[in-house]
């Protein structure tokens, strides 16, 4: 039985080697999947340290997860990790409340149409269309 990931605990940036303990990866494994996922990138600071942030730790288990655990290809993993932002991004959207808004009701003259004038104006574009 694989033993259990570590908590990740509450730091604001962590290095690319206390995530290799805390996602059971070692480092040359995350340097390579910065390179074939886009949605992983670290800060890189002082000589190119990478420093990462709390999402990007969850982001490396889930990776991880979809490799290692569901037996996912790299590219397999890419995808499902897109369709899951495609999801998350449209779920959000599905979220938002538009309040509905139903307008008092207009005469045509507090509109300024003049019924008469487009009336006359759609006789005349119908009798040039007419054979």
């Not at 942030?53 to 991880?64: P, T």
Request: hydrophobic share 40%; net charge neutral; glycine share 4%.
């Amino acid at each position: 039985m694989e033993k259990a990931l570590p908590t990740i605990p509450a730091k604001r940036y962590f290095t690319i080697g206390e995530v290799s303990e805390l996602c059971g990866v070692k480092p040359y494994v995350l340097r390579y999947w910065e390179q074939e996922f886009a949605q992983l990138k670290p800060m890189k600071r002082r000589g190119n340290r990478r420093y990462y942030q709390h999402h990007e730790v969850l982001l490396v288990r889930r990776i991880r997860e979809l490799l290692y655990d569901q037996g996912f290809t790299i590219s397999g993993a890419r995808n499902r990790l897109a369709d899951a932002a495609l999801l998350d991004r449209s779920t959000a959207v599905a979220s938002v409340e538009v309040p509905l808004v139903i307008p008092e009701e207009v005469s045509d003259d507090a509109a300024g149409i003049d019924l008469q004038r487009l009336r006359s104006e759609l006789q005349s574009i119908r009798d040039l269309l007419e054979p």
